[in-house]
């Protein structure tokens, strides 16, 4: 069992929902990075997702692509992610997980990326990029030193495709609400609450829902169909400015978080 298992099944026996925030490592440095993760469990969020900046974004909308930038021209690395998370992560309560392109993985190894990994305090990987097709070894690798893989589900997924990324998914299914890349969106598809519904019945798996979510009436509209909210661009937007004013980006996080999860 890691963290994330924990986790939800903690959530669950309690009958309630996750608040997940995403936020990108190292923009505008890892030493904020890691007042922002301090916040976020001082704040009661569920888990948070560390974005591992990297050049050639697949699902991320321009807030997130500019943050990304903003890290790697300040020549972020890798070690200093495991670094900077190795010492908040043993000092916070909310599970990390880390959301990380499979190009990284491969380049370094994944047998290594997953040590290092853990190693830091991340209890499992997001890995958007990565095929359910072509996830059989790195998904064997993962079960056996007990780390999540959380793959992804989107609206133009086949059914029977939706089942076998599931089926290979562990922690939880990042259910992606709307077509496209991520970003603020002023509503959300109509028929996200059925497609979720009908893929609740058939996995055991918590579905957490991600892409597009900013506002409390979205919170409130997933609630019920989910094990779990993901908030990336609105509070990596409160982040950009971090640079010239640290306190005023908390304080502007920290009121965002409350309003959305007052909605849960």
Known sequence: MTAIDDLFAKLRREGRKA???F???GDPNMDFTCKVVTLLDRLGCSMAEIGIPYSDPIADGP???A???RALNKKLKLQQIFD???GIAPKVSLPLVSMVSYAIIHRIGPEKYIDQAKGAGFAGAIVPDLLVEESDALSRLCKQKD???IQLVTPTTPRERALKIAEQST???YFVSVTGITGERSELPVDLVDRVSWLRERTPLPICIGFGISKPEH??????VSDGVIVGSAIVRMMENAGADEADALAKIETLVHSLTAAL
């Open 67 to 69: 943050s990304y930038t």
């Open 84 to 86: 900077g998370i190795g």
């Open 23 to 25: 936020i990108t490592a």
């Open 147 to 149: 780390f999540n893989l």
């Open 171 to 173: 922690g939880f299914l």
């Open 63 to 65: 807030v997130i692509q």
């Open 19 to 21: 608040f997940m925030p």
């Open 219 to 224: 919170v409130k509209l997933l609630a019920p």
